[in-house]
């Protein structure tokens, strides 16, 4: 898996997931916790801790950008990794949040439309008062375009941060990597506190040094046209 080339730019783009919340093990918190304010678990916060000591191995004392959701979450496992003496720069980013479902979200509610989700596409549905996938993709987009407008800057560090959520890492790389919506349809979110890591090539090309997991097997390239042809294969 490779992204174009281009003369500029960090060698290395990390994207962290956030740690353990409390909506992980306690949906019904959406009830009465607006989204962007529900906090890590105390087990969040040391995953995102133990996330810090493999971060600050892997950027061998190189300087970081960091680019976080404004989620509460999110604040919190950057808070956490224990790396602010590595750090250049922090931006809050509001286009790297979490996909919107609802404001506060009735479970029953909720539970039926992400059974419609399952069977319409997680890509194209769009929640009744929130956004679809491809929303998401859209907003990302555009981060993107800012981020290579900072990285074009001279002195720009050698790493990149993004902290944000789980969809988002996966929407992300699809527009990195022009993987098909077939294709991201197949991808799994990585777990609490972990990481996928793009690093730049020789040539400037980058390279996903970990996929995601795929919960059903789907070449890169395959199209709605194959999965057509071949079946429609949708989540339960």
């Known amino acids: 898996m490779t992204g174009a080339a281009d003369g500029a730019g960090p060698e290395r783009i990390v994207l962290l997931r956030h740690g353990e919340s409390e909506a992980n093990i306690d949906p019904a918190i959406y009830e009465r916790v607006p989204d962007y304010r529900i906090p890590l678990t105390a087990r969040g916060v040391a995953q995102s ?11 061998d004392g190189q300087k970081v950008c960091v680019y976080v959701s404004p989620y509460l979450r999110a604040y919190q496992t950057l ?3 224990g790396i602010d003496d590595l750090i250049e720069r922090r931006i809050e980013e509001p286009r790297l949040r979490e996909q919107d479902w609802a404001n506060y979200q009735d479970p029953d509610e909720i539970s039926r439309q992400t059974r419609l989700r399952n069977t319409y596409g997680h890509f194209f549905y769009r929640f009744n008062e929130g956004e679809s996938g491809a929303d998401v993709f859209d907003r990302v987009s555009t981060f993107m375009e800012t981020l290579y407008r900072h990285r074009a800057k001279p002195g720009f560090p050698p790493n990149t941060l993004v902290v944000t959520h789980g969809l988002t890492m996966r929407l992300f790389c699809m527009r990195w990597f022009h993987w098909s919506v077939e294709y991201f349809e197949s991808l799994n979110n990585p777990g609490n506190a972990e990481t996928r890591t793009l690093v730049r ?4 090309r980058f390279v996903l040094e970990q996929p995601f997991d795929q ?5 890169e390239g395959q199209t709605i046209l194959d999965t057509t042809r071949r079946g429609a294969i949708l989540p339960e």
């Open 79 to 81: 808070e956490a990794l």
């Open 49 to 59: 801790r133990a996330a810090g000591e493999r971060l600050r191995e892997q950027f």
């Open 201 to 204: 090539q020789a040539d400037g």
């Open 215 to 219: 919960w059903h097997a789907v070449p």
